[in-house]
């Protein structure tokens, strides 16, 4: 089955500095990948996902990436704030089949 | 539109008493998803139903877990008996799609579940 590593489990950076995270999966069919985030004692809120067949995507500050050939993907945080601060989640699924999750990153942006 | 409701929120048990808890997801979302979240980890899949039918449940430990999803909409996670082990966050998503391009999973607030 689908195995998903996550890299780092923990990132400190200053208010403005970029972020990434990067995960990588075992499924070379796995064709959906969406990122989570979490805040303390919150539920999971989608903030991006990308398909396989899209190499590259943005929203305002936050993209994603994707590298079929070497199944990983990476979220990329710009110009970080203190309400970034939270878990973020990886997942990635074959279609309709589970999303199976990465164990997640804690972001902390220090003013 | 409303999202996906939980309840209870916060359930302390004692191990080998029965728990059971409700989910209602958005309205016209034909995929619900019942998730464990133990302190520290991502989500892990307990069972998938599209409408009322189980999609997916092979990570559902069937010896003390079961969940239902009558008539396609509300659905019921139990766990009995409970296992100091099960003492986690329980989320329940849901999604409108069923076939075609995966779309958004929206989840709920959640139960945390203690066990002693």
């Known amino acids: 089955g689908e195995n998903v590593e996550q890299h780092p489990s923990t990132l400190s950076v200053q208010e403005g500095d970029s972020a990434v995270i990067k995960c990588t999966y075992s499924?070379?069919?796995?064709?959906?990948f969406p990122w989570y985030k979490q805040e303390l004692g919150k539920r999971p809120q989608l903030i991006i996902d990308?398909?396989?067949?899209?190499g590259e995507k943005k929203d305002q500050r936050i993209a994603v990436t994707l590298n079929k050939t070497a199944k990983h993907f990476s979220l990329h945080i710009t110009e970080t704030q203190p309400e970034d601060s939270a878990v973020y989640f990886c997942?990635?699924?074959?279609?309709?089949?589970?999303?199976?999750f990465g164990t997640g990153t804690r972001l902390l942006v220090s003013p | 539109e409303a999202g996906v409701a939980q309840s209870p929120r916060y359930k302390i048990i004692e191990k080998r008493q029965s728990v059971a808890f409700w989910c209602n997801p958005i309205?016209?979302?034909?995929?619900l998803y019942w998730y464990q979240q133990i302190l520290g980890q991502g989500p892990k899949l307990l069972i998938q139903?599209?409408?009322?039918?189980?999609?997916?449940d092979s990570q559902l430990p069937k010896d003390r877990f079961s969940a239902e999803r009558l008539k396609g909409v509300d659905s019921t996670l139990k766990i009995q008996p409970a296992k100091l082990e099960d003492s986690a966050v329980y989320l329940c998503?849901?999604?409108?799609?069923?076939?075609?391009?995966?779309?958004?999973?929206?989840f709920g607030p959640g139960t945390r579940l203690t066990v002693l």
């Open positions: 990308i398909r396989s067949n899209v």
């Open positions: 499924d070379s069919a796995s064709n959906y």
């Open positions: 309205s016209g979302h034909a995929t």
């Open positions: 998503a849901s999604s409108f799609r069923t076939s075609g391009t995966p779309d958004t999973q929206y």
């Open positions: 997942a990635a699924s074959r279609g309709f089949q589970k999303l199976v």
């Open positions: 139903f599209q409408n009322n039918g189980v999609v997916d």
